[in-house]
């Protein structure tokens, strides 16, 4: 059976804070992962250590039925370490960012939700990677992929009474049919309208 072994280990550190409508969340990590080529070569780390920030920040306003959502995560330098034809090489992957942020808007006593957002913020695609060739002090530099590229979303949800609840006024939590629809506008589609990929589900909530 060709299964990996795969073990991280490190720190975490979190903070929030809630006022009123505003809360707010940060956290910093220094995550080490297992390499298994330590195993059999001792001038290889036993795990690889790379740092994470995160920062999200959400804004709920009940008196005008809205919701302002922010996300933020700084992806520290990554390396590792692989062997090809019994030699062991050395990889980077260099920092990158990620930033996300969406708007929700409730309609007809919060029975309706409209939310538009942005994935991606900075388009970051591709990020550069390096790799020792012939010994850790010799590099080649190349790119990987990370995501497709900034893109705009859009999103409708519905919340429909059901069940025996719905004729009962004495009900604090009837039964509700959430239908939801999303669609996705990718500014890396070949097409100029974008490319779009909908979906749509039945949610029961009891």
């Not at 991280?8 to 995550?31: C, D, R």
């Not at 062997?83 to 007809?108: G, P, R, W």
Request: glycine residues 8%; contains cysteine; neutral net charge.
């Amino acid at each position: 059976i060709n299964i990996g072994e795969y073990s991280t280990f490190g720190n975490q550190l979190n903070a929030g804070i809630n006022y009123k409508g505003l809360s707010v969340n940060t956290g910093i990590s220094y995550i080490g992962r297992f390499n298994n080529l330590a195993r059999s070569y001792d001038d290889v780390p036993s795990y690889n250590f790379s740092p994470e920030y995160r920062f999200n920040m959400m804004y709920s306003n009940s008196e005008h039925s809205y919701s302002v959502a922010f996300f933020f995560k700084y992806n520290g330098k990554r390396n590792g370490f692989f062997i090809s034809e019994d030699e062991i090489y050395e990889s980077l992957i260099e920092a990158y960012n990620q930033m996300d942020c969406n708007v929700t808007k409730k309609f007809f006593n919060n029975s309706i939700f409209l939310t538009i957002g942005v994935k991606n913020i900075l388009n970051v695609q591709d990020v550069v990677s390096t790799y020792g060739t012939g010994g850790v002090h010799s590099d080649n530099s190349g790119s990987i992929s990370m995501n497709w590229g900034r893109s705009v979303f859009c999103g409708l949800k519905f919340k429909i009474p059901w069940g025996p609840n719905t004729q009962t006024l004495n009900s604090t939590k009837p039964s509700t049919v959430a239908f939801q629809c999303f669609s996705d506008f990718s500014t890396r589609a070949v097409y100029i309208i974008g490319k779009s990929i909908g979906a749509c589900c039945f949610d029961r909530h009891p």
